[in-house]
């Protein structure tokens, strides 16, 4: 059974930095793609960056593109999100997610989450 375990969240001002980190275990193959994604109050969730199994296959959404960075350290089986520039619009509760397959930004390709992390950028 994969498990991912989120940490790093917190409050922040407008203009600060975080970096998310997710922890995984129980994966058996070397062949996953890692996910980050984000769920406000009132809103739906939505894929913010994901990795895939190659570590060069990145992608962003439109709304972080330049300002939020995923990396990994396969040593740890962790994957990251540094966040930079942070808006009051970033705020969320931030997942990760894992599966099989090419990096997606779609909720519907995941199927292990995390319990998630909270995010709040506010002055």
């Known amino acids: 059974e994969v498990q991912l375990v989120e940490s790093g969240g917190g409050l922040v001002q407008p203009g600060g930095s975080l970096r998310l980190s997710c922890t995984a275990s129980?994966?058996?193959?070397?062949?996953?793609?890692i996910g980050w994604f984000r769920q406000a109050p009132g809103k739906e969730r939505e894929g913010v960056a994901c990795?895939?199994?190659?570590?060069?296959?990145?992608l962003y959404s439109d709304s972080v593109k330049g300002r939020f960075t995923i990396s990994s350290d396969k040593a740890k089986n962790t994957v990251y999100l540094q966040m930079d520039s942070l808006r009051p619009e970033d705020t969320a509760v931030y997942y990760c997610?894992?599966?099989?397959?090419?990096?997606?930004?779609?909720?519907?390709?995941?199927?292990?989450w995390g319990q998630g992390t909270q995010v709040t950028v506010s002055s």
């Open positions: 129980g994966l058996t193959s070397d062949d996953y793609a």
């Open positions: 990795l895939g199994s190659s570590v060069t296959w990145k």
């Open positions: 997610a894992a599966d099989l397959g090419r990096p997606s930004l779609l909720v519907r390709a995941f199927g292990s």
